[in-house]
């Protein structure tokens, strides 16, 4: 079945760095885009980012451009997000996500790890 | 960009049905996706391509939409679809995502 585990969350204090993972299984990783996507305590859902199947097309979420980078290794089967310049607005659960286009952005996110906690605070 | 608007909260009667909608420019050019969320959970798929069922998602459920309107509608409700209920599509420029708000369900 398909899992997607993510890691990396913790304390940070404001404008330091973060690397977030997500280990996936259960299906060809290689071949389905993959999202992140955040939710802040007692808030609703916010989309970040978007990376293809392959890695060669990316998208950020305006609130993130230039501070959070996608990436993925379909060779660990690894999706990952360097998160720097960090805010206390960046306070939130971080969410993996599949997509369910075979080798095409649906957009449709089909599968979820159960999140990671970022806090970012002095 | 763009943004998609719902009610922060409906109500309904057990076995009832209720309709949760969202609404938005992108909706015009890009079909809705409805996610249910309890709380301390992951979100989960329910509606997919405006009217498609995910995996495993009961047929009380099913969607529909029109323009710049989607609807999720939840049909004979039950005490364990109280969740919380959020639209989603791409942008107007369809290169990102976005999410409504959110709709606090709350079954009676």
């Known amino acids: 079945q398909v899992q997607l585990v993510e890691s990396g969350g913790g304390v940070v204090q404001p404008g330091r760095s973060l690397r977030l993972s997500c280990a996936a299984s259960?299906?060809?990783?290689?071949?389905?885009?993959m999202h992140w996507v955040r939710q802040a305590p007692g808030k609703g859902l916010e989309w970040l980012a978007v990376v293809s199947y392959d890695g060669t097309v990316k998208f950020d979420a305006d609130s993130v451009r230039g501070r959070f980078t996608i990436s993925r290794d379909n060779s660990k089967n690894t999706l990952d997000l360097q998160m720097d310049s960090l805010r206390p607005e960046d306070t939130a659960v971080y969410y993996c996500a599949k997509d369910s286009g075979l080798r095409w952005l649906k957009f449709y996110l089909e599968y979820w790890g159960q999140g990671t906690l970022v806090t970012v605070s002095s | 960009s763009s943004e998609l608007t719902q009610d922060p909260a409906v109500s309904v009667a057990l076995g009832q049905t209720v309709r949760i909608t969202c609404q938005g420019d992108?909706?015009?050019?890009?079909?809705a996706s409805w996610y249910q969320q309890k709380p301390g959970q992951a979100p989960l798929l329910v509606i997919y391509n405006k009217d498609n069922r995910a995996s495993g998602i009961p047929d009380r459920f099913s969607g529909s939409g029109s323009g710049t309107t989607a609807s999720l509608t939840i049909t004979g409700t039950q005490a364990e679809d109280e969740a919380d209920y959020y639209c989603?599509?791409?942008?107007?420029?369809?290169?990102?995502?976005?999410f409504g708000g959110g709709t606090k369900l709350t079954v009676l």
């Open positions: 259960g299906f060809t990783f290689s071949a389905f885009g």
């Open positions: 992108s909706l015009r050019s890009y079909f």
């Open positions: 989603s599509s791409r942008d107007t420029s369809g290169d990102h995502g976005v």
